[in-house]
């Protein structure tokens, strides 16, 4: 157990290295790119591009430049942002951490009901109207890019019915921190929550169906049958337990994924100044230091998601201990 | 040689025709192919417009009477403009001007030329490279395998949209030159090589697990007890026996790539003006959402469609030739 442990870590370690090379070659070694000239903006002349390739470091070699960014990111904690000058790094992603794990987790507590509700009610009546209904609306909710979801949301939420009664409580876009206000924050993400859950309640409502009707086909089901338990007893108790193995891994990669940044989009849409948009605006700007923190920070957790699914799969199955 | 009367391949094609559902979804995909690739058609000669110049100070006629195609505003401070709205009227600006004055209905056929075609042809790259790299770490396992997973590794850990917004703005700010190849940043084989390239480990991983598994099925251990160069392995007792999955992600991967797409060009870092998607068009229509709501919902409700019809297809496809497969990619 000991062993498996150190390993996983090693392999932590190494995955989050090589992404950080991988970024790193990404902006300074593409062909045609040249950071230099990208911050010195689009019409300066040579001499200030020099300028600025000095005072920035990009003179010197890249694994030099590397080694000093990764020190300076782990060691000291003192990366400064390229455009913004003098702004440190990691307290400007933790204060946008708590804004995405407001919305990731809100979300998350949407998708695990609303999809476990849908997947055991089409499972129970499999092959019925209301299963072909509930897997064709998890298809649209699948098929729908969440970022327009969000503006047709916006549309109805602030604009055509924002003065009726259903959506009058519907504050002006923005994030209030849950500390000052929790009324406020839970009604100011609300409906970026369900946004964002749609996509997943879709999926894993389906995933689950399916998982559910091949668990109808085993043994173990067989057998409860046999004792005589209730179908809803069979499908919540036997069933369910399995079938939770497939949803817990996807749950732990896309929860991983979305507070890693992945729900930028949502965040875009909805102006919430979360990990995902801090990300996208250095992008914009190729402020490479807040780039390499945030994709850091996002790698981050997508490994310690992967890792951590890999323990709950030996809660959940004990078949896999033994392995 | 004697043809056995149904092949592997025909039973799935026939249970594929045999599924209403599937056999509708490909119905409406073809539908929406042709009317993209009837834009030209449309903007010439019924709708009598060039969705490609601005035409701010454009007029058009309506009911006899001549209307401004963008207005100046007259809400708030008078700030900004309204272009016209949807007039439902198919030979006339059926759903409105966009803020420079363009017909939308022309611009969202030709958009969505432009979406399904890198949808399409990045899925081409991301199956072609997924094949290869799965097959060749599979096969060939020890060092190689160990550097190519461990790649694709890194890769999967990378947030997808993270890697196709970083290579995107460091591609289309700069374009990309390397030797004798180069691609301006305004190319569309910029949005469709990384579109192809980020999904590769979702693909790649399970066709590398089918061969570690073939490798040491008889066939193909009879194949080299034969003395069958590496090679020809590969490509005739392999790549056939992987090709159920490849072709079982067609759909479904397009259908990703499709939403993939418009998202990097709702971020201005997919299709570049002049050209259109149907994400650049739900963008040009965002400043407008309250006024003119169409210019956005329209382009949105075609990817909803598209994406839908792959998906249903996607399944059906699954279902055909292989209901076991457990495939996710998102």
Not at chain 1, 278 to 304: E, G, K
Not at chain 2, 203 to 210: C, K, M, Y
Not at chain 2, 291 to 306: D, K, N, Q
């Amino acid at each position: 157990m000991f062993s498996l442990l150190i390993r996983r870590v090693a392999q932590m370690v190494f995955v989050m290295i090589g992404i950080s090379i991988l970024v790193f070659l990404i902006f300074f070694a593409t062909p045609g790119a040249d950071p230099a000239a990208r911050i010195a903006g689009r019409n300066a002349s040579p001499e200030v591009v020099a300028e600025v390739r000095k005072s920035f470091g990009f003179d010197k070699p890249l694994p030099v430049q590397y080694a000093v960014m990764m020190k300076r990111l782990f060691v000291d904690q003192d990366l400064t942002s390229f455009v913004n000058r003098g702004e440190v790094v990691v307290p400007e992603i933790m204060g946008a951490a708590p804004v995405t794990l407001s919305l990731v987790l809100g979300a998350a507590v949407f998708w695990i009901f609303g999809s476990i509700a849908i997947g055991l009610i089409a499972a129970a009546t499999k092959d019925s109207f209301l299963d072909r209904l509930l897997m064709v609306l998890g298809l649209i909710g699948i098929s729908m890019p969440v970022y327009w979801l969000g503006e047709i949301v916006n549309l109805i939420t602030q604009s055509r019915l924002h003065d009726s009664w259903i959506f009058s409580w519907v504050p002006p876009l923005g994030y209030t921190p849950l500390t000052e206000d929790p009324w406020l924050w839970f009604k100011s993400l609300l409906l970026p929550w369900i946004t964002l859950a749609i996509l997943y309640i879709g999926l894993y409502g389906r995933v689950l169906r399916a998982s559910l009707v091949e668990a109808g086909q085993e043994d173990y089901i067989r057998t409860a049958r046999s004792k005589g338990l209730s179908e809803s007893r069979i499908l919540i108790r036997h069933a369910l337990r399995t079938s939770l193995i497939a949803f817990v891994t996807l749950f732990g990669l896309d929860f991983g994924a979305l507070v890693g940044g992945s729900a930028l989009l949502t965040e875009v849409v909805f102006a919430l100044q979360g990990v995902g948009r801090l990300t996208y605006q250095a992008l914009l700007d190729l402020d490479l230091p807040v780039i390499m923190a945030t994709v850091m920070y996002a790698s981050f957790f997508v490994v310690f998601a992967n890792a951590l699914v890999d323990i709950l799969y030996g809660i959940l199955d004990p078949r896999v201990r033994v392995a | 040689m004697v043809r056995p009367a149904l092949g592997p391949w025909a039973r799935a094609a026939r249970k594929l025709v045999a599924n209403r559902a599937a056999m509708a979804a490909l119905g409406l995909f073809i539908l929406i192919v042709l009317a993209c690739l009837a834009a030209p058609l449309y903007a010439d000669y019924i709708a009598h417009t060039d969705p490609f110049s601005s035409n701010i100070d454009g007029t058009t006629t309506i009911d006899g009477q001549d209307v401004a195609l963008v207005q100046p505003s007259t809400e708030g401070l008078g700030l900004g403009s309204i272009p016209l709205g949807p007039t439902w009227d198919i030979r006339n600006f059926f759903l409105g001007a966009d803020a420079q004055g363009r017909d939308v209905a022309a611009r969202l056929l030709y958009g969505g030329r432009n979406s399904l075609l890198i949808a399409g042809a990045s899925t081409i790259i991301c199956l072609v490279l997924a094949a290869l790299t799965g097959l060749i770490a599979g096969f060939f396992g020890g060092i190689t395998d160990m550097l190519i997973s461990r790649l694709l590794d890194v890769l999967w850990a990378f947030p997808i949209y993270l890697l196709a917004i970083s290579l995107s703005i460091v591609l289309i700010s700069h374009g990309f030159s390397i030797g004798p190849i180069e691609i301006t940043s305004g190319s569309l084989s910029l949005p469709i090589f990384i579109i192809g390239i980020v999904y590769v480990p979702y693909v790649a991983r399970p066709i590398r697990g089918q061969v570690l598994s073939l490798k040491e099925s008889e066939f193909v251990l009879a194949a080299k007890g034969l003395g069958v160069p590496d090679w020809r392995i590969l490509w005739r007792d392999m790549l056939p026996n992987v090709m159920t999955t490849i072709i079982v992600f067609v759909p479904l991967l397009m259908a990703i790539n499709m939403l993939t797409e418009s998202a990097l060009s709702f971020l201005s870092i997919g299709v570049q003006a002049p050209d259109a998607s149907w994400g650049t068009i739900i963008q040009d229509g965002q400043d407008l959402i309250y006024t003119r709501p169409w210019v956005a919902i329209a382009p949105g409700i075609a990817i909803v469609l598209t994406v839908l019809a792959l998906n249903i297809l996607g399944d059906g496809v699954r279902d055909a030739l292989d209901p076991r497969a457990k495939l996710r990619i998102t």
